[in-house]
């Protein structure tokens, strides 16, 4: 056989391996912003989540990252946060302080984001709309700041 003969089974061995090294990749490139981004301070803890929205009735259809502020104490605590928004690999947010929110716990309250919740600000942060209405995606987030008294 000459030595600049490949066999077919070869050539795709190495595609093979290279098709699932790709895979691989971005599936960790991914994990970074669909896992949970978790905060605990002061007996506060913060938990985060993509969730769908889909609301034909208000024409709304977008996925959002849900956070829930949980008071794990026996007193009323109030928490300040920031965030650090990049969307599409920009951040949006950075040396701003138009994301700072502020939400009072009463003992062992929970506060939970939800779709269009126009009464609790900073309790969910916009990821993406369907593609045909936009193509800006949310591609990485992060709670900063957090302060609880």
Do not use: W
């Amino acid at each position: 056989m000459n030595k600049y003969c490949v066999k077919a089974s070869e050539i795709f061995k190495v595609f093979k391996m290279k098709l699932n090294l790709t895979i691989l990749s971005f599936c960790f490139i991914g994990f970074g912003l669909n896992a949970q981004k978790n905060v605990e301070s002061n007996g506060i803890k913060i938990t985060t989540k993509q969730i769908n929205c889909n609301i034909p009735a208000e024409g709304y259809e977008s996925d959002l990252i849900q956070l829930t502020i949980k008071n794990e104490t026996n007193s009323v605590k109030t928490v300040s946060y920031s965030f650090e928004l990049f969307y599409d690999g920009v951040c949006a947010t950075c040396d701003s302080d138009e994301y700072v929110y502020n939400q009072v716990l009463q003992p062992n309250e929970v506060l939970v984001g939800e779709c269009l919740d126009r009464n609790h600000l900073g309790l969910t942060i916009f990821h993406h709309m369907p593609a045909h209405l936009t193509k800006t995606t949310l591609t990485d987030f992060n709670i900063k700041n957090v302060v609880v008294n």
